[in-house]
């Protein structure tokens, strides 16, 4: 009788131990999604394998790292969700505060265009419309542009671009209406991924990335980079581009701020606009008048205006008419915005009023 006793428990034990095996088999495991580089691009996004649960929902898995800036691009109102991915076992290098940090073979870059209904509330939904992602490959960065079904499922690879309509409620409770949002052509990325002829990423600069956490505000993000072990090289202290969106802050600040955000990626030298001799950037230190200031444009005529920038008159300077044009060849960016940034123009207003 014992005997059966003792082999019943066995065999549940047994049984139990398989059970428990075959539930660990079907739960979903974050594993380090080490990707292929000689397999990239992939068709669909959800083949990189970035994200955990519901795609949409952008939750990053292993060896993805969120990150923010601290002066962004207008991009026709979207929101923007960021990320890293770095290869197992890799790290990214501190080469500067204002240059971008030097990134593994094998990074991808990743950012996801948004329209929140209404940014006040995000609650209320959202609709992804774009995931670019930025490769390093072997030898260079690669540009590749997804676009998502409308079902919020997936996103598929877009070579020759596209367009898509939107709308938002932004901060200040104002409805925009999008018309024709711009989807690049994997091209077109090129144009302001410039430095020395040599495609490159341009937001994740120290000076740019030296910001609060979000979900943290005791924590600096480029300490937090260090802290994952994901960084090497960051000094203790360094330069920050300010948030231009701070109405606390001086116009010149500000200012200053949004150019090197919104411009300063083709008006640096090695940027496309090199010729032009404009250099917006946040670090340039040169002349004034490669900064705009009574400067005649090398290669555009304006319509009754002289100079890039009237120091105490921007009704007057070349720099502002541009910014409020939408068509070409008038707008500035050229691309990348399919509407005027009303908030940007009045942040530039201000700047140029206060130019001595």
């Given at each position: 009788m014992r005997k059966n006793i003792y082999v019943l428990v066995l065999l549940s034990l047994m049984l139990l131990g398989s059970s428990c095996n075959?539930?660990?088999?079907?739960?979903?495991?974050?594993?380090?999604?080490?990707?292929?580089?000689?397999?990239?691009?992939?068709?669909?996004?959800?083949?990189?394998?970035?994200?955990?649960?519901?795609?949409?929902?952008?939750?990053?898995?292993?060896?993805v790292y969120s990150y923010d800036l601290?002066?962004?691009?207008?991009?026709?109102?979207?929101?923007?969700?960021?990320?890293?991915?770095?290869?197992?076992?890799?790290?990214?290098?501190?080469q500067g505060d204002f240059n971008v940090l030097n990134f593994p073979i094998g990074t991808?870059?990743?950012?996801?265009?948004?329209?929140?209904?209404?940014?006040?509330?995000?609650?209320?939904?959202?609709?992804?419309?774009?995931?670019?992602?930025?490769v390093r490959k072997e030898t260079k960065w690669k540009p590749f542009l997804y676009k998502w079904n409308d079902e919020q499922t997936?996103?598929?690879?877009?070579?020759?671009?596209?367009?898509?309509?939107?709308?938002?409620?932004i901060e200040n409770g104002n409805l925009k209406e999008i018309t024709r949002y711009v989807l690049p052509r994997e091209l077109d990325c090129r144009t302001c991924h410039n430095l020395n002829q040599e495609m490159t990423p341009i937001g994740p600069k120290p000076?740019?990335?030296?910001?609060?956490?979000?979900?943290?505000?005791?924590?600096?993000q480029m300490d937090n980079f260090v802290e994952q072990g994901i960084l090497n090289g960051s000094p203790v202290s360094m330069s920050q581009i300010p948030d231009y969106s701070d109405s606390t802050l001086g116009p010149i600040i500000r200012g200053r701020a949004y150019l090197d955000a919104n411009c300063a990626f083709c008006h640096r030298q090695g940027g496309t606009a090199n010729a032009n001799g404009l250099y917006i950037n946040w670090d340039f230190e040169g002349e004034k008048i490669h900064t705009g200031i009574f400067k005649i444009p090398t290669n555009y005529n304006a319509p009754q205006l002289q100079?890039?920038?009237v120091p105490g008159n921007p009704d007057e300077?070349?720099?502002?008419?541009?910014?409020?044009?939408?068509?070409?060849?008038?707008?500035?960016?050229?691309?990348?915005?399919?509407?005027?940034?009303n908030e940007g123009i009045e942040i530039i207003r201000e700047y140029i009023y206060n130019i001595e």
């Open positions: 075959i539930e660990n088999e079907d739960d979903p495991i974050n594993e380090y999604g080490n990707i292929d580089l000689n397999k990239v691009p992939y068709n669909k996004l959800s083949d990189y394998s970035f994200f955990t649960g519901d795609m949409n929902e952008l939750n990053p898995g292993q060896g601290t002066a962004p691009l207008f991009s026709d109102y979207t929101a923007k969700e960021r990320f890293i991915y770095l290869p197992e076992g890799t790290n990214m290098e501190y991808i870059i990743i950012k996801n265009f948004i329209y929140y209904m209404d940014v006040r509330d995000k609650s209320l939904g959202r609709t992804i419309i774009e995931t670019r992602l930025l997936e996103a598929t690879r877009l070579i020759v671009g596209g367009t898509a309509t939107a709308s938002t409620i000076a740019n990335l030296n910001r609060l956490m979000d979900d943290d505000l005791s924590l600096n100079y890039d920038i300077s070349i720099l502002l008419y541009r910014m409020t044009q939408t068509e070409a060849p008038d707008v500035m960016p050229q691309i990348g915005r399919s509407i005027n940034h």
